[in-house]
């Protein structure tokens, strides 16, 4: 199939959309954007710069995104905090459409791929997974990261984030009408990229690796 492969994957953190985003796009041979990093990047900057959210938005520059500390809790939760700013997204929509238009396809991860960056996107996962299930992964992450860190805070924590992005205005973290749902609970990395890959490849798209 000659059509563009562009794959929007959305859903809460930890749900496993993340490993499940870099998979898909190492079999597909596509460049993967996880857009988490952006909205990090933005959180993280100006709360340690003191600058205005918008503005890091508008000047992101590629190099941001290579900063250690924006895989920690404290980013998130910066993230978060600005991804609620329709000026940020706005900011930000130009860098991931581009990406996403790109040679012959892309794969991107977030919360509004399907939704708003790529409503047109002909493969659209909506991946979740139960907040125990989800929590004990961060968890486990944070931990072999040599974190110091209690499951109850972890928990505690995501469900902070969690209704700050269901609840917000500006892009709140829904489904696609018409995306697939794929719930992680009981599977490991491997089961969920092999439900993925057959129901992607359903839809007509194969590799075209040997
Ligand atoms: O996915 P990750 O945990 O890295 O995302 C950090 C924060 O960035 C999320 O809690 C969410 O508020 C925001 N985000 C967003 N839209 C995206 C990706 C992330 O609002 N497409």
């Known amino acids: 199939m000659s059509q563009r492969l562009v794959i929007a994957i959305d859903g809460p953190s930890a749900s496993g959309k993340g490993t499940l985003a870099r998979r898909l796009a190492a079999h597909f041979r596509l460049p993967h954007l996880d857009t988490g990093?952006?909205?990090?990047?933005?959180?993280?900057?100006?709360f340690r710069?003191?600058?205005?959210?918008?503005?890091?938005?508008?000047?992101?520059?590629?190099?941001?995104?290579?900063?250690?500390?924006?895989?920690?809790?404290?980013?998130?939760?910066?993230?978060?905090?600005?991804?609620?700013?329709?000026?940020?997204?706005?900011n930000l929509l130009k860098f991931q459409q581009e990406f996403s238009s790109r040679g012959p396809g892309a794969v991107l991860d977030g919360r509004d791929i399907g939704t708003v960056i790529c409503p047109d996107a002909p493969v659209k996962l909506f991946v979740t997974a139960s907040p125990d299930a989800r929590a004990e992964r961060r968890y486990q992450e944070l931990r072999a990261r040599g974190l110091d860190t209690i499951k109850p805070r972890v928990l505690a924590e995501m469900a902070e984030r969690?209704?700050?992005?269901?609840?917000?205005?500006?892009?709140?973290?829904?489904?696609?009408?018409?995306?697939?749902?794929?719930?992680?609970?009981?599977?490991?990395?491997?089961?969920?990229?092999?439900?993925?890959?057959?129901?992607?490849?359903?839809?007509?798209?194969?590799?075209?690796?040997?």
């Open 49 to 90: 710069t003191g600058r205005m959210p918008a503005e890091v938005a508008a000047g992101l520059h590629p190099d941001d995104l290579e900063d250690p500390d924006l895989k920690g809790d404290d980013a998130g939760q910066q993230g978060s905090k600005v991804a609620a700013i329709p000026e940020v997204r706005a």
């Open 162 to 210: 969690d209704r700050r992005d269901s609840e917000r205005a500006a892009a709140p973290l829904k489904a696609a009408p018409d995306a697939w749902l794929l719930d992680t609970s009981d599977m490991d990395a491997d089961a969920a990229f092999a439900a993925a890959l057959a129901f992607i490849e359903r839809k007509g798209f194969r590799s075209a690796g040997p």
């Open 37 to 46: 990093l952006l909205y990090r990047a933005v959180g993280w900057t100006s």
